[in-house]
């Protein structure tokens, strides 16, 4: 049912005021049960498989089963995302695994300076140069 | 829910970005700059929260628009060439040069701000194909979003963001955008943003046409189904001119999962065949003539290869294979020494792999449910259902104002770069049309273009807009409306969705989807159409448009499903009067008109059309393509 939530994992984020998974999914699927205190998939079939849920899970409670319309029972396919890295591991029907690591990003969450170090460019509001160029473009801007 | 509760919350500011995608972030980050220096506001509005939301929301394993300029690689008219072809055509080179020749600005941006970019042991980017670059791209949202974030920061009280709000309406005062109207998806709050100017940015359009897959699968769109036709929709409403509104996206994918083909056919050099072995694009190729100059130029326009591949089809010839394993075999036999091989094999498997994971994760599980390794077993593709989308192959969205230093004439030519017909309003991304093959690079950096167009506006026009508190409740009350059909009905019928005072949202999209299936062209009658099924089509639109006042919603997710879909049926409606206006079919494998079943030179032209808000009617208008090469 693409992505769904292992309920003996899932703690309903405990005291935050929403789940990471409501927070995250792009589109509004994850909801707190209130009475059970766990998250769920309001609408599996609306469901990109985009694994954000899964992802930002903090108990890695939730999974995806694959889209029952073509994908045979077995599989699975699970991430854990650290800070600069991604793993994942590929469990295939026949019992197979794979094992895969990709890194994510170079410089460390909430270090982004905008300009990156670039000239921040002109003050010219009506010059078609954008900001930090022509610095960030390494060359000078085409003209027709 | 009773609206009486809802709580009214109106926000002004100077700019105004509609979404969070690519597009937006683009616009945030160089507004902020900009706006800094002239003491303006900048507030962007998403849907969603913006560290995944938008076609980026998952990552992507490339970059699909880089030229390369600081190395001489490329130049921008090779680029405009190249668009053009693919298109058929019909682009605006001004808008297509515009992008071009700022692009890899943005791409060196993405870089230092933390995105890893695959590099040779020379330290260059490596190239998929021409155009394109490898990148480990898991996290390129939330490094976009970041920067964009940090950028609004820097504003202090004047750069704010808010998630979850959905954008119902645009607000009008005459022919000028004065802001826009919307609700919380999560509490009970109605919202007005007041703005000199607005950009839009809330891209394209999925679930217009029924999916191939309509059990749980329906979710597994190729491009994402949050994006709901929220841009087209807010144009086309505040009246603004729109172009290329018929020329949808058909993508040719590995089957189902709609994983990508790119790194397959560019990076690994694979092909694809019928059952038979047979290598379509070499078989077919005299079918190409028909199409030239453009069939007959290299490389092949992506709605060729989807034509012959269609014809093969419609021959019995499937299933299509892309045949990974003989690609793989390839690439490890041109390495003599055995190790060496082994090591190679290793690392095209795990690119093979990532190259999935970090885009359609949906697709390494099918393959994983299927028992496929791709350097043994080959792997079927297939055409998915049409989308809108003018930052990939397709090309619909507003008609824009293109760069002065660029435009070749007035007519392409208004005053501010990116603004649409309609005064202070503007677009970027999957709103603004006929700029094709912008991609997530190119996204951004229209984002940027509009962005800094969009202030200096505000720069222009200092006044504070009006908007009167009649105004406001008018708009509270018609956008919160299913909310009151829903209470005031509700208790009329057993089932909450079967009530015959009003309709849900899910099966008012099913029936939007079975009409443009089945008389627009959709992927179950093989993208075929003609005036007689285009007529018919609209037809039962215009019952659509009457049931769209009985839309009922019982909570707010509801609400926004609601309001997708109205956004969903005017996007359907502009489709289906665009294809009716173009006498001949161009684009064959996105859609094919049987009645006029070849190319025309009097067609080289932009068909665009505008909804009048005074009188409510349609007008189709035809314009002349300028080119700059």
């Known amino acids: 049912m693409p992505s769904f939530v292992i309920n003996e994992k899932c703690d309903g984020c405990k005291a935050q005021d929403k789940t990471a998974c409501q927070y995250i999914c792009p589109n509004d699927l994850m909801v707190l049960d209130k009475e059970k205190n766990k998250a769920y998939n309001r609408a599996v079939e609306m469901c990109w498989e985009c694994y954000s849920c899964v992802k930002i899970c903090p108990t890695q409670a939730i999974e995806v089963r694959g889209y029952a319309d073509f994908m045979p029972l077995g599989a699975v396919v699970q991430p854990m995302r650290s800070t600069d890295a991604i793993m994942w591991s590929v469990k295939f029907r026949n019992k197979k695994i794979k094992r895969f690591k990709f890194p994510i990003r170079t410089k460390p969450e909430g270090s982004i300076e905008p300009d990156a170090g670039f000239d921040p460019g002109t003050d010219d509001l009506k010059s078609p140069l954008l900001r930090t160029e022509p610095e960030s473009l390494g060359t000078e801007l085409y003209k027709k | 829910?009773?609206?009486?509760?809802?709580?009214?919350?109106?926000?002004?500011?100077?700019?105004?970005?509609?979404?969070?995608?690519?597009?937006?972030?683009?616009?945030?980050?160089?507004?902020?700059?900009?706006?800094?220096?002239?003491?303006?506001?900048?507030?962007?509005?998403?849907?969603?929260?913006?560290?995944?939301?938008?076609?980026?929301?998952?990552?992507?394993?490339?970059?699909?628009?880089?030229?390369?300029?600081?190395?001489?690689?490329?130049?921008?008219?090779?680029?405009?060439?190249?668009?053009?072809?693919?298109?058929?055509?019909?682009?605006?080179?001004?808008?297509?040069?515009?992008?071009?020749?700022?692009?890899?600005?943005?791409?060196?941006?993405f870089e230092k701000w933390g995105l890893p970019i695959w590099k040779d042991d020379d330290g260059n980017y490596i190239n998929e194909g021409r155009w394109q670059i490898m990148i480990h791209g898991e996290s390129y949202k939330n490094i976009v979003s970041e920067a964009a974030k940090n950028a609004l920061k820097e504003l202090g009280e004047n750069g704010r963001y808010y998630e979850r709000i959905f954008i119902a309406e645009p607000i009008m005062d005459g022919d000028r955008c004065i802001g826009a109207a919307g609700f919380s998806v999560r509490e009970n709050k109605f919202y007005i943003f007041?703005?000199?100017?607005?950009?839009?940015?809330?891209?394209?359009?999925?679930?217009?046409?029924?999916?191939?897959?309509?059990?749980?699968?329906?979710?597994?769109?190729?491009?994402?189904p949050f994006n709901s036709g929220a841009s087209a929709y807010f144009t086309l409403k505040a009246g603004a001119e729109m172009t290329c509104?018929?020329?949808?996206?058909?993508?040719?994918?590995?089957?189902?999962?709609?994983?990508?083909?790119?790194?397959?056919?560019?990076?690994?050099?694979?092909?694809?065949?019928?059952?038979?072995?047979?290598?379509?694009?070499?078989?077919?190729?005299?079918?190409?003539?028909?199409?030239?100059?453009?069939?007959?130029?290299?490389?092949?326009?992506?709605?060729?290869?989807?034509?012959?591949?269609?014809?093969?089809?419609?021959?019995?010839?499937?299933?299509?294979?892309m045949h990974t394993e003989e690609a793989i075999k390839k690439l490890v036999a041109e390495i003599p020494d055995e190790k060496e091989a082994k090591r190679k094999l290793k690392e095209l498997e795990s690119e093979?792999?990532?190259?999935?994971?970090?885009?359609?994760?949906?697709?390494?599980?099918?393959?994983?449910?299927?028992?496929?390794?791709?350097?043994?077993?080959?792997?079927?593709?297939?055409?998915?259902?049409?989308?809108?989308?003018?930052?990939?192959?397709?090309a619909s969205g507003a008609w824009i104002s293109g760069p002065k230093d660029?435009?070749?004439?007035?007519?392409?030519?208004?005053?501010?770069?990116?603004?649409?017909?309609?005064?202070?309003?503007?677009?970027?991304?999957?709103?603004?049309?006929?700029?094709?093959?912008?991609?997530?690079?190119?996204?951004?950096?229209?984002?940027?273009?509009?962005?800094?167009?969009?202030?200096v506006f505000c720069v222009d026009n200092p006044d504070s807009v009006n908007l009167s508190n009649d105004k406001i409740n008018e708009l509270k009350q018609r956008i919160l409306q299913p909310l009151t059909t829903f209470e005031t009905h509700k208790n009329y019928a057993n089932d909450e969705d079967v009530n015959p005072n009003f309709i849900k949202p899910k099966m008012f999209m099913f029936r939007l989807q079975k009409i443009m299936d089945e008389y627009a062209g959709?992927?179950?009658?093989?993208?075929?159409?003609?005036?007689?099924?285009?007529?018919?089509?609209?037809?039962?639109?215009?019952?659509?448009?009457?049931?769209?006042?009985?839309?009922?919603?019982?909570?707010?997710?509801?609400?926004?499903?609601?309001?997708?879909?109205?956004?969903?049926?005017?996007?359907?409606?502009?489709?289906?009067?665009?294809?009716?206006?173009?006498?001949?079919?161009?684009?064959?494998?996105?859609?094919?008109?049987?009645?006029?079943?070849?190319?025309?030179?009097?067609?080289?032209?932009?068909?665009?059309?505008?909804?009048?808000?005074?009188?409510?009617?349609?007008?189709?208008?035809?314009?002349?393509i300028k080119e700059l090469t």
């Open chain 2, 1 to 109: 829910m009773n609206i009486e509760n809802f709580e009214t919350i109106v926000v002004e500011t100077d700019l105004l970005i509609l979404g969070g995608g690519m597009a937006a972030c683009g616009a945030a980050f160089e507004a902020s700059y900009w706006a800094k220096k002239n003491n303006l506001k900048v507030t962007l509005v998403d849907k969603a929260a913006m560290e995944r939301s938008g076609a980026v929301a998952m990552g992507l394993s490339a970059i699909n628009l880089y030229l390369g300029l600081k190395n001489g690689k490329n130049t921008v008219e090779d680029y405009v060439n190249y668009v053009k072809t693919d298109l058929m055509g019909i682009i605006r080179d001004d808008l297509v040069a515009n992008i071009a020749r700022h692009v890899d600005s943005s791409v060196h941006l």
């Open chain 2, 194 to 224: 007041k703005a000199k100017s607005v950009l839009d940015t809330m891209g394209g359009a999925v679930h217009v046409f029924r999916p191939r897959s309509v059990g749980e699968g329906l979710g597994r769109s190729w491009y994402p």
């Open chain 2, 245 to 321: 509104q018929e020329v949808r996206f058909v993508p040719v994918r590995f089957k189902d999962s709609y994983g990508p083909v790119g790194a397959w056919f560019l990076l690994f050099k694979s092909k694809a065949t019928n059952a038979k072995g047979e290598d379509y694009m070499e078989t077919r190729a005299a079918e190409l003539e028909k199409w030239a100059p453009y069939g007959t130029a290299k490389p092949t326009p992506a709605n060729l290869r989807n034509y012959l591949m269609l014809l093969e089809l419609e021959e019995g010839n499937g299933p299509i294979y």
């Open chain 2, 352 to 394: 093979a792999w990532e190259d999935f994971l970090d885009m359609t994760i949906s697709q390494a599980l099918n393959w994983a449910a299927h028992n496929i390794e791709p350097e043994n077993t080959p792997s079927e593709i297939s055409a998915c259902e049409p989308y809108f989308i003018s930052s990939h192959s397709g």
């Open chain 2, 406 to 455: 660029l435009a070749p004439s007035e007519d392409y030519h208004w005053g501010y770069d990116n603004m649409t017909t309609r005064k202070g309003l503007f677009a970027a991304g999957d709103a603004s049309g006929a700029s094709s093959h912008k991609f997530s690079s190119g996204s951004f950096t229209e984002g940027r273009i509009a962005g800094k167009s969009a202030l």
């Open chain 2, 522 to 624: 959709g992927a179950s009658v093989n993208f075929k159409t003609s005036k007689p099924l285009l007529e018919k089509g609209l037809e039962f639109l215009q019952y659509m448009k009457e049931d769209a006042e009985k839309l009922a919603a019982k909570d707010l997710h509801e609400l926004m499903r609601a309001w997708e879909n109205v956004h969903r049926l005017w996007q359907a409606e502009s489709h289906i009067r665009t294809m009716l206006f173009r006498e001949e079919t161009r684009w064959p494998g996105y859609y094919f008109r049987t009645d006029y079943p070849e190319m025309k030179d009097e067609w080289k032209a932009f068909a665009n059309c505008r909804w009048n808000p005074e009188t409510g009617e349609w007008e189709m208008i035809k314009r002349e």
